[in-house]
T-cell receptor, first 109, second 116 residues
Framework: GENVEQHPSTLSVQEGDSAVIKCTYS??????FPWYKQELGKRPQLIID?????GEKKDQRIAVTLNKTAKHFSLHITETQPEDSAVYFC????????FGTGTSLTVIP | GAVVSQHPSWVICKSGTSVKIECRSL??????MFWYRQFPKQSLMLMAT?????????EQGVEKDKFLINHASLTLSTLTVTSAHPEDSSFYIC????????????FGEGSRLTVL
């Protein structure tokens, strides 16, 4: 089956700085890579996703890059704000979803 | 995207009792729903895939008789935690997959179970 690894597990940045979270996957058949933001006690919310035929996707301050050859994808948040503080999960979807272990992001005002 | 509603949002029960959690797909018919379990500060772990009109598919290590899943209609799946024990205390989240080919997962609000 798929194995998704996510780093770092915790990340603290100053407000306005950028944050980068990286994930690797093992199954070359995976073709859909979403990123979820989860606030404490709430449901995960899809923030951005990328499919295997695309190398990069951007939505305002959030971007995702995918390297299929190396089997890794990354989330980039620029100009971070305190409300970006949350746990972020990557996922890879082939036959089913496999989630990364999560990154707790803290944006310090 | 799909709207998924889960109930109850939190429940406290005594050890040995059973608890039922409902997951409803409000705006489209879901032949498949997924049940996840999440411990504090951990990732989402897939427990089982709920299939409308047939038996659920359980992940390795998940007790079928402990976590009963019923998917009787295209809009409702239920998870029953039977003979609950404190170690069953967790955050349970259901999800549905989006339109065919889209691939997105849409999550319910989650249900926090505390077993005393």
């Amino acid at each position: 089956g798929e194995n998704v690894e996510q780093h770092p597990s915790t990340l603290s940045v100053q407000e306005g700085d950028s944050a980068v979270i990286k994930c690797t996957y093992s199954d070359s058949a995976s073709n859909y890579f979403p990123w979820y933001k989860q606030e404490l006690g709430k449901r995960p919310q899809l923030i951005i996703d990328i499919r295997s035929n695309v190398g990069e996707k951007k939505d305002q301050r959030i971007a995702v890059t995918l390297n299929k050859t190396a089997k890794h994808f990354s989330l980039h948040i620029t100009e971070t704000q305190p409300e970006d503080s949350a746990v972020y999960f990557c996922a890879a979807n082939g036959n089913q979803f496999y989630f990364g272990t999560g990154t707790s992001l803290t944006v310090i005002p | 995207g799909a709207v998924v509603s889960q109930h109850p949002s939190w429940v406290i029960c005594k050890s040995g009792t059973s608890v039922k959690i409902e997951c409803r797909s409000l705006d489209f018919q879901a032949t498949t729903m997924f049940w996840y379990r999440q411990f504090p500060k951990q990732s989402l772990m897939l427990m089982a895939t709920s299939n409308e009109g047939s038996k659920a598919t359980y992940e390795q290590g998940v007790e079928k008789d402990k976590f009963l899943i019923n998917h009787a209609s295209l809009t409702l799946s239920t998870l029953t935690v039977t003979s609950a024990h404190p170690e069953d205390s967790s955050f349970y989240i259901c999800s549905v997959s989006g339109l065919a080919g889209a691939g997105e997962l849409f999550f319910g609000e989650g249900s926090r179970l505390t077993v005393l």
